[in-house]
């Protein structure tokens, strides 16, 4: 139970930052948190994200944004919330909302793909 909070504290936390621009650095500006998985002693924590774009380009800029940035938000983190101990942070993209898009656009191919349904009612045949 106390896991949970804490991972929903800190994704709301970090969601917020985020949203206020407190980090500063531009190449996080567009990101998502989408997922924080804190380990039970509380020392490691990994924080999931998604960005606007799916060019690997902007990835790789937004991770190299989160570390470079990792321990002013580790520092951020311990002002706000009351834990004993504030997680070393890894982050990491989620390409999960990338895939459900994909699916997304093959399920809509496959409805153009698909002829007509007949009307059961039409006698005509």
Do not use: W
């Not at 139970?1 to 994704?11: L, P, T």
Request: one cysteine or more.
């Amino acid at each position: 139970m106390r896991i949970e909070k804490v991972n929903s504290s800190i994704k709301r936390e970090l969601g917020i930052m985020l949203e206020l621009g407190e980090v500063g650095d531009p190449r996080i500006a567009f990101v998502t948190i989408m997922n924080v998985d804190v380990s039970k002693d509380l020392q490691h924590a990994r924080v999931k994200f998604s960005t606007l774009s799916d060019n690997l380009k902007d990835i790789k800029a937004a991770i190299k944004g989160f570390e470079s940035c990792r321990g002013y938000i580790r520092k951020l983190l311990s002002q706000r919330l009351a834990l004993r101990y504030t997680p070393e942070f890894q982050f990491i993209y989620d390409k999960s909302v990338k895939y459900a898009a994909d699916i997304d656009k093959t399920l809509e191919e496959i409805k153009k793909l698909k002829p007509a349904q007949e009307d059961p009612k039409d006698e005509s045949l």
